[in-house]
């Protein structure tokens, strides 16, 4: 069996990078979303994710439960060690990542392709304000992390999801798998 890829879907918060994922699972099922685990209330609303505790988190680190995991936003985040499994066997996976560990997951996952979603920072400021889980304050600051450039080296997709959600996933999926287009 030939090995499969990861899809790390990066962009600033408030691009609408999941709802673009579900989009694409929707009309390509073998492009399979990551359920990522978060140290945030399991109530807080956005993307399906595991929601634990600081502590559990930290324990899940220490047994080995992610192939990636990351800080952000007073946040911990982790892909799950199947994931890794799971492309090493053929499958492709999407996940949600932060750009601060894309160089670690082009190592993990030699076949990643990078799918970098952007929009206007006005569209950016509403999305964020709108979805009312974070201080203005908050907002600002990642909003002001937005234009952090990825790394160098790696096969990026970047679509602009501004308008139409059924737009952006129409591209992505085009530029995905070119052999749907």
């Given at each position: 069996m030939?090995?499969?890829r990861l899809i790390a879907v990066v962009g600033p918060s408030g691009v609408g990078k999941d709802s673009v994922m579900a989009g694409i699972a929707a009309a390509a099922p073998a492009l399979v979303p990551v359920r990522r685990v978060i140290t945030r209330a399991g109530d807080a609303g956005g993307e399906v994710f595991d929601a634990v505790t600081e502590d559990q988190f930290a324990d899940m680190v220490r047994?080995?439960?992610?192939?990636?995991?990351?800080?952000?936003h007073g946040l911990c985040y982790g892909i799950p060690a199947q994931v890794l499994a799971d492309v090493q066997g053929g499958v492709t996976r999407m996940?949600?990542?932060?750009?601060?560990?894309?160089?670690?997951a082009a190592v993990l996952f030699p076949a990643m392709t990078?799918?970098?979603?952007?929009?206007?920072?006005q569209v950016l400021a509403q999305r964020l304000?709108?979805?009312g889980r974070e201080s203005a304050?908050?907002?600002a600051a990642r909003l002001a992390r937005s234009v952090q450039p990825l790394p160098q080296?790696?096969?990026?997709?970047?679509?602009r999801n501004d308008g139409a959600l059924t737009d952006t996933?129409?591209?992505?999926?085009s530029a995905l798998q070119p052999e749907r287009a």
């Open positions: 030939s090995a499969g047994q080995g439960a992610f192939c990636l995991h990351w800080g952000a996940a949600n990542l932060s750009r601060g560990v894309l160089e670690q990078v799918l970098h979603i952007t929009a206007s920072p304000s709108g979805r304050e908050q907002v080296g790696l096969e990026v997709i970047t679509l996933v129409a591209q992505a999926l």
